[in-house]
């Protein structure tokens, strides 16, 4: 089989090339990465060395590009992951995010529809469903839940969710969707919660908590995460969506006051800013549908989960101080200065 695997050198699509590899070691897979500022080669290094992937630098957006890679490999599976994907830059600038994560998903769809495929995978997330109350633990997103969303970023993935069901009805694209939450593991980029506090922690930096900390979001392990799409793959059932979750939320706060248990520091490092424009308030997935149809569960619980993953920021200080020591500190500075 041949699977193109988009977005590969940023956080989750790393992963799955890694767990893919693994799992699946006779399947050809080759990553198609624009290597935006999220997109890290190094990250790939052990892969590309051994040639045990291909990579192709470039867009998704760039349809004659796409059109040449899908007339050579052929693929029978795509799993889309490029996207742009913070959401404080989807405030500071919409427009790359509708660019991205709308017409690049189409253009992917127009090639799968002229090339043939066995199944396109859409890599989406909860926060097309907007957020639910804080006081009200008993509301889950479903699948049924409405599509709601707060933030440009969530607004250009509900988007590409509804194209690729449009594709699916009118043009009868084999298709699934996965809408997952929160996701952390290594190779996260430092610019989310959890990789900007550990690493902002490790240098006894302030650390910037948005408004009260009360906000709550469902995290689950990257590897997870892989595994789930893997399943979907391949056993989903055509045009069908997939929550994937935890069952593990926690607040900001909580969060951020393991990391620092952890390391050592002192909670006095944080500093309450600004609240993010729009922010919600409570994440909370029922990943019920997918554990009833593939027997899909989580295996890394939170605490192992958090645990090694500070241990691997520790032990891999070199990938993300070259991350902060570039354009990142720029990018701090501009999205902090004001909170
Ligand atoms: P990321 O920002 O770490 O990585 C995105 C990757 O896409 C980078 O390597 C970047 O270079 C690449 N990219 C960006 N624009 C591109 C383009 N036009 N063409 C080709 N490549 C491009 O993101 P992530 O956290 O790994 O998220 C991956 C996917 O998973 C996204 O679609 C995101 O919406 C979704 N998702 C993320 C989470 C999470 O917690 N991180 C949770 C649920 C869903
Ligand atoms: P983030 O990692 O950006 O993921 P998302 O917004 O997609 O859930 O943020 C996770 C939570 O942490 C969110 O409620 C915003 C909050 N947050 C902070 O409090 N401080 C920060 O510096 C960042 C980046 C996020």
Redesign the pocket.
Known sequence: MKVLV??G?????SNFLYYMRKRRPDYKLVC?????Y??NLSTLDPLLKNNEIDFVKG???DRDLVYKLFEEYKFDYVVN?????HVDRSITNPEIFLQ?NII?TQVLMDACRKYGIKRFHQ???DEVYGDLPLDRPDLLFTEETPINTSSPYSAS?ASADLMVQAYNRTFKLPVTISR?S??YGPYH?PEKLIPLIISRALNDQDLPVYGTGENVRDWLHVKDHCAAIDIILHEGKDGEVYNIGGNNEKTNLEIVKTILKQLGKPESLIKFVTDRAGHDLRYAIDPAKTIKEFNWQPTIMFDDGIKQTIQWYLDNKEWWKNIINGEYQTYYDEMYKER
């Open positions: 988009t977005g050198a940023g956080f989750i699509g198609l990465d624009a290597l935006t999220a997109g867009s998704i957006s992951f490029a996207a742009e994907s991205t690049g890599v989406s997330t993935k997952c929160n996701n980029f």
